[in-house]
């Protein structure tokens, strides 16, 4: 078991994964509003190049540099920051091991793109690291691939208080975080290898919590409990299991076709509509609602609190990813469970 | 700073609720593809989590039970769903699917694709075998095979050449290969990664790495720049990496000669009259984004597009097609409303009666609006891409593991929206 980081006002490093189609994006999302209370700013992170925050908020797409996107729902600030590989390297090489020269001559051969994509280990390091910087980074300190020691070992104010990343599917979550021995194997002794462990540190401490987001289906359930064994016996501490699009049961009293036809008679359409139709839509749904319940059973076997979302009829947009991120500063397993390092607050929402 | 505003889906649904949708009868006429026996190749392609799997094996079912003689490579399919095909990961010869009916002369074999594998086979093809066991020893080399971007995706396309060339010779029962694309962030990667690998092994930065080959390099680059490279190199990477790589890509190019050539031939291939795209996509935007992208890149890579599958799609009855979203919502309302003022009249069940058919209407608004906008959304996307048929696949519950609902997917497949 690594050493804990220190006890202190940690900023918190929320990942968030889930299998493809599961709406992480929007989780996560919804997870940085949440966490942006009053005074409190907030970095949302996305590592593959989607755009999908931008996206979600209506915006153009992001720049590979922290820019404030938007006001979280204790009125602090959510930024975002749209990692990249490439621009991830070069910061590197620019800043941390002062090859500003030497970078440039890499970048013009073609050897950014190669490490950035023959060895994906790397890469996935250098997107990490990048996240890393931020959750260590003072609020005075320059952006930048930082200086030795972390905000909170300095007693300083961490420049962001909770770190949200938007991960990388399920069936890449570990190796992106670098859970396997593929990295130690490929870069042995360099630079970046030695950064991997501190890395390695800060995630499989208190101060990270990561988050699986399933639907309530069979293929997502199965890939969530696989994901939560792997991540939990490399040692990351897992936060909440999120159960998202949850529907309901409709609630019928079980009036008959007959009182049915009268009373839909009186609803003032013309022509009524039809009953059995009505009816029938009605069963497929309480019968979704019920294979959902059934899956909710199996996802317990995660061993980690289920919180649910509702379904969003027709999908997302700002005014309800607004409404999802107030049920979400609700959640406690979200919101609050990685709060062990003792900073307490989780801003002042009313 | 401020929330950021755009329109909500509430509103873009009531416009479109009210325009009825686009032409319906614009079909694609699945069974008309699969029946026409110059269709030799289909690709499933689309984003992570959209069912392309499902769609392939669907597509697969129908078109051996119309009498075709198909092969379906899958990646990284369901237990489920690689049970119901008869297919194990590792396999590499494609197994007959059992339980499929060939009453019409078809059959149906299925293989689960082993990137790995492949790559093997082709060190082993093209190297003595002392080289092709140090090649795979090389620690690079695990980790080119295995997640590479790209790799996946090229030895997916090898494999379609594989199994596509055993078809030509007539040694195997099949004449139509149905692909599902492996899951990467983007849909477009399957038709990018052989051309990026094409471009990786040819590079300059390659030719840099080529030291001792004796070619090239003084036009590439400076003996200075090569220094200053390699010396950051070794500092960032670690020496050892450096010279793995570099026995790595004296290996590779032996095994893949000039890779672009051969990537070149595989897009002919699938650009010919034969092979037909099948972008797949929920209704969702995300998913839907990416399938633009695709629909683009397809179109300006003229490679056919046979058409838009959107999985996962809502929709009403048929015979309450006409009753839309904000009607229905209304009623509802004024029911409920009425609802408890009438049960002072002590007649419990008509009570019941209003209060149920609230929540009856209720469920259809919401798949009125559901389906409305899922519909808004697909048109949308459609309106920048010319015409390409769709395919509405309604939401079913419990997932599709066996036959049987493969062969429902395969129906509604056909009759499209």
């Known amino acids: 078991m690594p050493a804990p980081l220190p006890d202190g006002p940690a900023p918190r490093l ?321 919101v609050g469970a990685a709060d062990l390092a003792g900073s307490g607050s989780t801003g002042t929402r009313s | 700073m401020s929330r950021p505003t755009q329109p909500s889906a509430q509103t873009t649904a009531q416009t479109t609720a009210q325009t009825p949708g686009r032409g319906q009868d614009a079909g694609w006429a699945l069974d008309a593809l699969l029946d026409d026996p110059a269709t030799t190749t289909l690709v499933c392609a689309g984003s992570g989590g959209v069912g392309k799997t499902t769609t392939a094996a669907a597509i697969a079912v129908r078109a051996a039970e119309r009498g075709r003689g198909v092969v379906v490579l899958t990646v990284d399919p369901s237990q ?36 790995r594998a492949v790559l093997d086979g082709l060190v082993d093809a093209s190297l003595p075998p002392d080289q092709a066991a140090t090649l795979r020893k090389n620690p690079v080399y695990a980790s080119v095979a295995s997640s590479f971007s790209g790799t996946q995706e090229y030895m997916a396309m090898e494999r379609v050449g594989q199994l596509r060339a055993q078809a030509r010779s007539g040694r195997a029962p099949w004449d139509l290969v149905v692909v599902d694309t492996p899951p990467s962030r983007s849909a477009l990667d399957f038709i990018d990664a052989p051309a990026r690998l094409g471009r990786f092994l040819d590079g300059r930065f390659v030719a840099l790495l080529r030291r001792g080959a004796g070619k090239g390099l003084a036009g590439a680059v400076s003996a200075r720049v090569r220094g200053t490279v390699i010396a950051a190199m070794d500092r960032v990477l670690g020496a050892h990496l450096l010279s793995d790589v570099q026995e790595l890509v004296a290996g590779l190019d032996v095994v893949f000669g000039s890779f672009q050539e051969r990537a070149r031939a595989t897009s002919a291939a699938l650009a010919s009259s ?68 009438e049960q002072t009249d002590g007649d419990d069940e008509a009570v019941g009666a209003v209060a149920d058919a609230a929540v009856l209407l209720g469920v259809h608004a919401d798949l009125a ?28 519950s419990g997932d599709v593991h066996d036959l049987v609902t493969l062969r429902e997917v395969g129906e509604d497949l056909a009759r499209t929206s």
């Not at chain 1, 950035?116 to 910087?133: F, H, K, Q, W």
């Not at chain 1, 320059?142 to 990343?165: I, W």
């Open chain 2, 274 to 341: 034969g092979s037909a795209f099948v972008v797949v996509t929920a209704a969702e935007d995300d998913a839907l984004a990416e399938s633009a992208f695709l629909l683009d890149r397809l179109a300006s890579s003229e490679l056919p597009t046979a058409a838009l599958v959107v999985n996962r799609a809502a929709g009403v009855a048929p015979a309450l097609r006409s009753l839309d979203a904000g009607r229905a919502r209304e009623a509802a309302d004024r029911l409920e409303r009425r609802a408890p003022g």
């Open chain 1, 14 to 334: 929320h990942v968030v994964t889930g299998k493809g189609g599961t709406g992480k994006t929007t989780v996560a999302t919804a997870l940085a509003l949440a966490l942006a209370g009053e005074g409190r700013r907030v970095l949302l992170c996305e590592v593959e190049g989607r755009q999908g925050v931008a996206r979600l908020l209506g915006l153009d797409p992001l720049p590979p540099r922290e820019t404030e996107v938007a006001e979280g729902v204790g009125g602090g600030t959510v930024v975002a920051l749209a990692v990249e590989p490439r621009s991830a390297l070069m910061l590197y090489l620019d800043t941390f091991y002062h090859l500003g020269r030497a970078g440039t001559a890499l970048e013009k051969v073609g050897a950014v793109d190669f490490i950035t994509s023959v060895a994906p280990g790397l890469r996935d390091i250098l997107l990490v690291g990048m996240v890393y910087e931020a959750v260590r980074r003072g609020r005075g300190d320059k952006a930048g691939a930082g200086g030795p020691a972390a905000a909170d070992d300095r007693g300083e104010r961490p420049a962001y208080d909770a770190v949200v990343l938007d991960a990388p599917p399920t069936g890449r979550i570990g190796k992106f975080l670098g859970i396997g021995a593929e990295l130690s194997t490929l870069a042995g002794g360099g630079p970046i290898a030695g950064q991997a462990s501190s890395v390695a540190a800060l995630l499989r401490s208190p101060a990270t919590a990561v988050h699986l987001v399933s639907l309530l289906e069979e293929l997502p359930v199965t890939e969530t409990l696989e994901a939560a064994d792997e991540l939990a016996g490399a040692g990351l501490n897992l936060g909440a299991v999120v159960a998202n699009r949850v529907i309901t049961a409709p609630d019928l009293r079980g009036a008959g076709p007959g009182a049915l036809a009268r009373a839909l008679g009186a609803s003032g359409l013309d022509p009524a509509p039809d009953v059995d139709a009505l009816l029938a839509q009605a069963g497929v749904r309480a019968q979704e609602a019920q294979e959902q319940a059934s899956q909710r059973v199996a996802l317990e076997r995660a061993r980690r609190p289920v919180v649910e979302l509702p379904l969003l009829l027709g999908g997302i947009d700002t005014t309800r990813l607004y409404e999802l991120a107030d049920t979400v500063a609700g959640l406690e397993p979200l």
């Open chain 2, 369 to 396: 609006l559901t389906a409305a906008i899922e519909r808004g959304r697909v048109e949308a996307l459609l309106a920048g891409h010319g015409a390409v048929a769709v395919a509405m696949v309604p939401v079913r």
């Open chain 2, 80 to 115: 489920r769903l690689a049970q119901a095909l008869g297919v194990a990961a590792g396999e590499a010869e494609p197994q007959p699917v059992p339980g499929v009916d060939t009453s019409r002369g078809g059959s149906l074999h299925a293989a689960v694709l082993d990137a």
